[in-house]
């Protein structure tokens, strides 16, 4: 079935390690994954999709938990949440369309995913774009006052279950709507489609959506910051060619005090063997934000590499 933000797409869904993985096909090229973030779900590559979708067969998931893929149980680990895992669901995915190799570009939680497919995974990405993150062991290990009250739902979703979706649950729109706008640089929902931030209302609402979307929050605060804890310095660096962009009032941005966050192409140099990038007119969601500079940022590093 095709979509409205998505004409002439149609829709592919897989079984993996528990969980059902949705995902919306479309266009012609070499393949390319596009990965959301939170609290949103695929619809946030529309605006983006038509041209991106001239050049490349493009695959656009749900991650676990989000979204129309599944929610799988969680354990005491969080692992069945962990970017490792997301990565694992993402190479069954694309294995199942017949791609072994293909390039990448992730936002936000879908950006850890790619980085982790790139290094659990080395030889399946052409490349990688990660867009307005930095590691999550650079986020955990460069915590200060200013960016912990920047990202306080880093804190707060990786609570113990029943904490933080008893209090979202009694609001869940007015908490992602707070969310969405608070990480825009207007402060305000006017770079939203209405018919994509309905696709995020209807599937926010969802305790068990909720649920899962504070669980990828706890495999943050636990196992991925342990799988990247694992990695030593200096070695097991991502080999493909990968691309940064932030955006100038996003997320990593405006934090000069915390070393560790204040310069993102700085800080993916210690985890990449060949990195550029830099940031365009944005808040955190760049593309609905910026969705010109944004591709005018993309592409050429795509045509160079995405092949």
Same mark, same amino acid.
């Given at each position: 079935?095709s979509h409205?933000?998505f004409p002439?797409?149609?829709? +592919?869904?897989i079984?993996h390690?528990g969980?059902?993985?949705f995902a919306r096909?479309?266009?012609?090229?070499?393949?390319l994954?596009?990965?959301?973030?939170?609290p949103q779900?695929h619809?946030?590559?529309h605006?983006?999709a038509?041209a991106l979708?001239?050049r490349?067969?493009?695959?656009l998931?749900d991650?676990?938990g989000?979204?129309?893929?599944?929610?799988?149980?969680?354990?005491?680990?969080n692992?069945p949440?962990?970017?490792r895992?997301?990565?694992?669901?993402?190479?069954?995915l694309? &294995?199942?369309?017949? +791609?072994q190799?293909?390039?990448?570009?992730?936002?936000?939680?879908?950006a850890r995913?790619?980085y982790?497919?790139?290094?659990?995974?080395p030889?399946?990405l052409t490349?990688?774009a990660?867009?307005?993150?930095?590691?999550t +062991?650079?986020m955990?290990?460069?915590?200060?006052?200013a960016l912990a009250?920047?990202?306080y739902h880093?804190?707060?979703?990786a609570?113990p279950?029943p904490?933080p979706?008893?209090?979202i649950e009694r &609001?869940?729109?007015?908490f992602?709507?707070?969310?969405?706008?608070?990480?825009t640089?207007a402060r305000?929902?006017s770079?939203?489609?209405?018919?994509?931030l309905?696709?995020y209302?209807l599937?926010y609402?969802?305790?068990?959506h909720?649920?899962?979307?504070?669980?990828?929050?706890? /495999?943050?605060?636990?196992c991925?910051?342990?799988d990247?804890?694992?990695?030593?310095?200096g070695?097991?660096k991502?080999?493909?060619?990968?691309l940064v962009i932030?955006?100038d009032?996003g997320i990593p941005a405006?934090h000069?005090?915390t070393?560790e966050?204040?310069d993102?192409?700085?800080?993916?140099r210690q985890?990449c063997?060949n990195?550029?990038?830099g940031?365009?007119?944005?808040?955190h969601f760049l593309?609905e934000?910026?969705?010109?500079a944004?591709l005018? /940022?993309?592409?050429p590093?795509?045509?160079?590499?995405a092949?």
């Open positions: 079935m409205p933000l002439g797409t149609r829709e +592919h869904r079984s390690d969980a059902e993985i096909v479309g266009g012609n090229g070499p393949p994954l596009l990965l959301h973030g939170f779900t619809a946030n590559w605006k983006v038509p979708m001239q490349f067969t493009c695959v998931p991650l676990r989000y979204g129309y893929s599944s929610c799988p149980p969680n354990d005491t680990t692992r949440y962990s970017k895992v997301m990565a694992a669901d993402m190479i069954a694309m &294995g199942s369309l017949g +791609h190799r293909f390039a990448a570009a992730g936002h936000d939680r879908g995913v790619t982790r497919m790139a290094l659990d995974h030889g399946t490349c990688a990660l867009l307005d993150i930095v590691p +062991h650079a955990w290990h460069g915590m200060n006052r009250m920047k990202v880093w804190l707060f979703l609570q279950n904490l979706e008893m209090l &609001g869940p729109i007015g992602l709507d707070y969310t969405l706008a608070s990480w640089k305000d929902l770079c939203f489609d209405a018919e994509a309905a696709e209302r599937h609402a969802i305790p068990e909720i649920h899962a979307t504070c669980n990828d929050y706890r /495999a943050g605060q636990t991925d910051l342990a990247d804890e694992a990695r030593p310095c070695r097991r991502i080999k493909c060619p990968v932030s955006g009032a405006h000069s005090d070393v966050t204040s993102p192409v700085s800080v993916w985890w063997e990195v550029r990038g940031a365009i007119d944005s808040g593309m934000e910026n969705p010109q944004f005018a /940022a993309l592409l590093f795509l045509d160079a590499h092949v």
